[in-house]
Structures are given as structure tokens and as C-alpha cells.
């Protein structure tokens, strides 16, 4: 499975659920679809500042992770971004591939 940062920042009609709701209920429903979707969730996360929520999770696959996005900013009550995160291996791996690459001439 693939692992994820998602970021979000309530709109204001989905501020004004979260003061309804609260947050673990709200937690509760992020975890829920995310497991419906064959993922996990590692962490949800509230706080103030850039963003209003982060959640740490693994899924399937980018198509499932991309999916998971659509649902939720076409609902209107978040602006959620999907972040994928890499493994040290991985990037070890990236490293390694042969990749040329002519920069731009100053």
C-alpha cells in the first residue's frame, strides 16, 4: 500500500459541522472512508494554523488516493489535498535510476 499526507482546510459550512459534530465524530467518518477504500488510517490530526486537519494513511493505489480526493472536495465541506510520501528506499532507488538532465543555461 501506498501512504499518504492529507491536508485539509474546512470551508465554512464545514467549520460550522465540525462545531456540531465535533471532532471525533468527524475523525470517525474520515476513517471510515478511507477504510471502505481497502486503506487505513495511521493518525488524524486537528490543528490551527495553515491547515485545519492532517491524516497519515495508507491506500491501495494513486488511482484509489485520487479518488478518495474527488469524493471529498466535490462534497464542498473541506479543500483536502492529497500528499503521496515516500520511503527512504524509494528515494534510494530514485537516486539510482540514470536520469540526465540539461539545466537551464544562465
Known sequence: ???F???AIYTIP?????AKE?????AEVVEALIENAGGQV???????GQ????VLCEVP???????????VRAAGGVDARIVPLLTTAE???AVRLPITYQPPAP
Open 42 to 48: 495511521e493518525a488524524v490530526y486537528y490543528a490551527f
Open 91 to 93: 528515494i534510494d532507488a
Open 51 to 54: 491547515f485545519d486537519l492532517y
Open 5 to 7: 499526507l492529507v491536508t
Open 61 to 71: 493505489d494513486n488511482v484509489t488516493a485520487a479518488a478518495l480526493g474527488i469524493a
Open 22 to 26: 465535533g471532532g471525533t465524530a468527524r
Open 1 to 3: 500500500m501506498a501512504k
Open 14 to 18: 464545514g467549520m460550522a459541522g465540525l
